[in-house]
């Protein structure tokens, strides 16, 4: 196939430029130039490089330096086809070019380059991510990019417990011993070998993270057992005060009671009208803990679209409006600025260090929000290590907290999730499979540097913002049809892809389905059934829809320009049929994934902390006291993740963190309005005591 490069800009500011080469330097490298490449593929004889440059060249093409020499290409991976293609590709179309596909491959240009192979090969891991991108060395790789392997296969394992066994090790699925055991059974009655993809569904689906096992958990303390698990303490309070809450802890996002407020929406004549109605919130807060200690910019970024997501498809769909970030994680350690209360002490290498993680995880959860089009409002940062007599033996967050949360409103008619029927339609919204994200809901739960360093970089996904923003115009069309909306049901796909989310829809309405796996959307050819059914590919939705509403929301997502697929259907007996072809890749009664699997049962001996040494001042000095207190990053200005997010868009931010006319930030407080007409609103704040939780939690909750 004929192949067209036309040249493009610098691809980096020089800030982000001399950024790379700082952390080049120590490998004897320096990069003088990085520029795009747009390669064409499939291009009409008839267009001309200079019709294609048109649509393509935002600035004024890169010319190599004098100095220039080693030159490397960093690509979409090979085999895959990347999501800023699909978007260039639809709009070089609908500039009435016939161009088949078209790629952005970034050239970087090197005035100094080493000679050693393991020199070479860590230069190059650092300019890509191999989860998304490849490395090339010549444009005459480039054909390479339209090459796709042949799909890998279906895998079966025996359901014996040693064959379980060893495919928990192997495929990370954290399952403990009694889970294993569960499974043996139900295969044993249903007299087959497992398909890797139902052993990788089971244990995304019964992961920590998706099943919140130990808060589950029956417990014993000092040898009393305890009348309620950790779950239950904490639903308590909705339990004996359940006024003003509509929803909690069974939807993707509480909903609270609202006031009346003003909607401005299109009618059915297309003409836009203020709707006074009561405008209820849907509240979230997650962590996405693990990825952020992985890799802290994708780890961040997919925390704060995961939490958006789970606001937007709540109930029958609702809108975000506004977010917080949060982190703890333990001291920075700047080798050029050692602070006093920095004890050296070995440090994991599997994870990022905590300064790597502040200086990359804000930027990440911020571009999320700034990207989408959401503001961040509040926040907090936090530093914390107390090893009061061993460094073997005390606190520290070196696998950190990335809290995200935030608030949105539902319509009163939309707070609730209607039940699937027989017949209904299962969609899919949202951007194509991709191999990145596997079996991220395992990976979390296990304990740090349990699983392999490449298993646990593959865990973490990748963040769309834009596909989520078109997804969620989608589901604002949808909204505001009123009693129209052709939502029935809504989950966001997150932890485990399709092979969790897809099960929830239906098991949630108590129907199986019938799954048409070649119908996903699929931007990586290569993936088996289980990689295409279980990957976390950002940014996707589940829906299920009526029959007769599928026209509607067709129009909808097509004049959004936002993905789907319709993929199946809900049946009436609770059994879930997963099919490639004619390949059988899921077939399960729904109670073998949703059934009572082993509970977990935890023994713990209550331990009282013991006072530590008293503060000793004699030896400091009034001004070094105040200097220590106000450059300990708790204490000190949070600006610096502030300023990197949009604080207003929306229109509808009243109290950001900014305060007075020389805009300082110390608000206690965020709050929203309601609509751009009335008085109410919104506050939401977050604190946190971890200095004190360490001696008493009661007292630090």
């Known amino acids: ?86 978007k260039a590709t639809d709009i070089l179309h ?90 043996a059974a139900r295969y044993a009655q249903l007299g087959r070998a497992a398909s890797d993809a139902e052993l990788m569904m089971f244990a995304q689906a019964n992961s920590e993270h998706c099943r919140h096992k130990v808060f589950n958990a029956s417990w014993t303390i000092d040898g009393i057992d305890q009348s309620s698990s950790l779950f239950g303490h904490i639903k308590h309070t909705h339990a004996s005060t359940p006024q003003g809450t509509l929803v909690a802890y069974k939807d993707n996002a509480a909903v609270l009671a609202g006031h009346v407020g003003q909607r401005f929406l299109a009618d059915a004549q ?106 961040a409002l509040g926040g907090y940062f936090r530093t914390f290590e107390h090893f009061p007599e061993r460094l073997d033996q005390g606190y520290a967050y070196d696998k950190p907290i990335m809290i995200a949360g935030g608030l949105g409103s539902v319509r009163a008619a939309d707070v609730e999730k209607c039940l699937l029927r027989e017949g209904d339609i299962v969609i899919v919204l949202g951007g194509p499979a991709m191999l990145i994200g596997l079996g991220g809901g395992a990976a979390s739960s296990q304990a740090s540097g349990i699983g392999s360093a490449a298993r646990d970089f593959a865990s973490v996904q990748r963040d769309n913002p834009e596909m989520e923003r078109r997804c969620q115009e989608v589901i604002d069309r949808c909204i505001a049809l009123g009693e129209a909306n052709p939502i029935v049901s809504i989950h966001d796909v997150g932890a485990g892809g399709l092979s969790n989310a897809i099960p929830e829809l239906l098991h949630d309405s108590g129907v199986g389905g019938c799954i048409d796996l070649g119908a996903v959307l699929n931007d990586d050819p290569g993936m088996s059934p289980m990689q295409i059914w279980c990957n976390e590919a950002q940014e996707r939705y589940v829906l299920g829809l009526r029959p007769q509403s599928l026209p509607r929301f067709i129009e909808l997502a097509e004049r959004e320009r936002c993905l789907y697929a319709a993929v199946g259907t809900a049946t009436a007996v609770e059994h879930l049929s997963v099919r490639l072809g004619d390949t059988k890749v899921i077939d399960l009664p729904m109670d073998v994934l949703f059934g009572k699997a082993p509970k977990m049962h935890r023994q713990a001996i209550g331990h009282q902390p013991q006072a530590g040494v008293a503060l000793n001042l004699a030896t400091i000095e009034p001004l070094d006291a105040l200097l220590r207190v106000l450059r300990f990053p708790a204490v000190a200005s949070k600006q610096f993740l502030i300023t990197i997010g949009d604080r207003t868009v929306g229109g509808l931010s009243h109290r950001d963190q900014m305060v007075g006319p020389w805009q300082t930030p110390v608000a206690d407080v965020a709050v929203t309005l309601a609509d751009f007409e009335g008085y109410s609103g919104e506050a939401m704040s977050m604190g946190e005591r971890t200095p004190l939780a360490v001696l008493d939690a009661r007292a630090a909750a």
């Open 270 to 375: 297309g003409r836009y009208r203020a709707t006074t109605e009561p405008v209820h919130l849907a509240i979230k807060v997650e962590t996405h803990n693990h990825p952020t200690a992985i890799a802290p910019h994708a780890g961040a970024a997919t925390g704060a679209g995961g939490e958006i997501r789970d606001e937007g498809a709540t109930g029958r769909g609702a809108r975000p409006k506004a977010g917080l970030t949060g982190f703890t994680v333990s001291h920075l350690r700047f080798a050029d600025a050692p602070q006093p209360w920095e004890q050296p002490r070995p440090l994991p290498q599997h994870l990022a260090s905590a300064r790597r993680i502040m200086v990359e995880g804000p930027i990440g959860a911020a571009a999320f929000n700034n990207e989408f089009g959401r503001p």
């Open 94 to 183: 609908r500039c009435g070019l016939a161009v088949e596909r078209v790629e952005r491959v970034l050239c970087y240009q090197f005035a100094q380059w080493p000679e050693q192979p393991a020199q070479i090969e860590q230069i190059e891991a650092l300019l890509h991510d191999p989860m998304t991108q490849s490395v090339l060395r010549d444009p005459a790789e480039f054909a390479d990019l339209h090459r796709h392997p042949a799909a890998a296969p279906l895998v079966y394992v025996a359901t014996d417990l040693p064959a379980l066994t060893e495919a928990n090790q192997r495929l990370g699925l954290a399952l403990s011993e009694d889970e294993l055991e569960y499974l």
């Open 1 to 86: 196939m004929p192949i067209r490069s036309i040249p493009g800009a610098a691809a980096l500011s020089r800030f982000r430029l001399d950024a790379l080469n700082q952390r080049l330097a120590p490998l004897a490298a320096r990069i003088v130039a990085v520029s795009e490449t747009f390669v064409a593929f499939g291009v009409a004889p008839e267009i001309s490089d200079a019709q294609l440059a048109e649509v393509l060249q935002w600035g004024a093409p890169v010319e190599a330096p004098a100095s220039a020499g080693v030159v490397r290409y960093v690509a979409p991976r090979l085999g895959t086809r990347s999501p800023w293609s699909s």
